[in-house]
């Protein structure tokens, strides 16, 4: 999980084209994922992922699509180190995959806050397992949740909380720990199209301060675009790769204004050119 958590603007102007292409001269290098040919069996004989491989940059937004049951969250698993790994080789900043990392964070699609405990002391709670000083925790909680929005609400408890409130206090959570790479899958999947839209916002605007390494599962195409690097487009049974799109929009990004751009509706085409062809193989 590391030190304390940078939230105040960097000094120098940040170099975006330059972020955008990371060096990877070495794949050991902090936050950089480095996945090959990797093939996962379910009971034996179901093939859930087929000759995987991926190389993510440290800082990259990487997002994956594809039809349900073709292995993204599957990946998403062996990556975090849930299921272990069968055939192929995975590694992050250069070691193997294992529960327990400090430098890896998971964010699901539900937002699994504690009924008991307030909005601060549930965006503080994954630092307070991890052992991060209470002093330490708390300021990082208070600050990534007037991030989010939510400054007069860090004393409610979730029954006084919507579901957009709630799943944003959980993506406070997540940036809370600290870890150089985020792990997400759907997280804003079960949100109305408004409250999705501003929670798309809010993570880009805290990736952009933040710069960490994000893996990002959605079945979402646009939100896809809107928020990665590049997208990696899976096709299912078996799973594997179909495509890898870099996604050459300038950042920063906000969301509604690329409505207006041509260039977005040209990667969404092209995309969706790729998903139809991953649907009509399932």
């Known amino acids: 999980m590391g030190g304390v958590i940078a939230l105040r603007p960097t000094p120098n102007p940040i ?46 937004f990487v997002s994956i699509v594809g039809p349900s049951g073709c292995g993204k969250t599957t990946l998403l698993n062996l990556v975090a180190g849930l299921i272990p790994i069968e055939q192929g080789s995975i590694a992050i900043s250069g070691a193997a995959p294992r ?16 009924p008991w405990l307030t909005a601060r002391e549930n965006a503080a709670f994954g630092a307070k397992v991890r052992g991060v000083p209470l002093a330490e925790r708390d300021d990082r909680a208070r ?64 990736w952009t301060s933040l710069r960490k390494t994000v893996v990002f599962i959605t079945h979402d195409l646009a939100e896809a675009i809107a928020l990665s690097d590049r997208v990696i487009v899976m096709r299912s049974r078996p799973g594997t790769i179909i495509a890898d799109i870099s996604i050459d929009l300038p950042r920063p990004r906000h969301v509604m204004a690329l409505q207006k751009n041509a260039r977005y509706h040209e990667l969404y085409s092209e995309i969706w050119s790729k998903l139809e062809t991953a649907f009509g193989e399932t």
């Open 15 to 60: 170099d975006f084209a330059a972020l955008d292409k990371p060096d990877t001269s070495s794949r050991s290098a902090s936050g950089a994922i480095d996945i090959r040919n990797i093939i996962h069996r379910f009971g034996g004989a179901t093939v859930a992922v087929s000759d995987v491989s991926l190389g993510v940059r440290p800082q990259e």
């Open 143 to 206: 600050t990534l949740l007037a991030k989010v929005g939510l400054e007069r609400f860090v004393d409610h408890y979730p029954k006084a909380l919507s579901h957009g409130m709630r799943q944003r206090v959980a993506l406070a959570r997540t940036f809370c720990l600290d870890s150089n790479v985020l792990l997400m899958d759907e997280p804003f999947g079960a949100l109305d199209t408004q409250t999705k839209l501003q929670l798309e916002d809010i993570l880009l605007s805290l």
């Open 99 to 114: 529960e327990g990392r400090r430098d890896i964070a998971y964010m699901l699609a539900r937002d699994s806050l504690l």
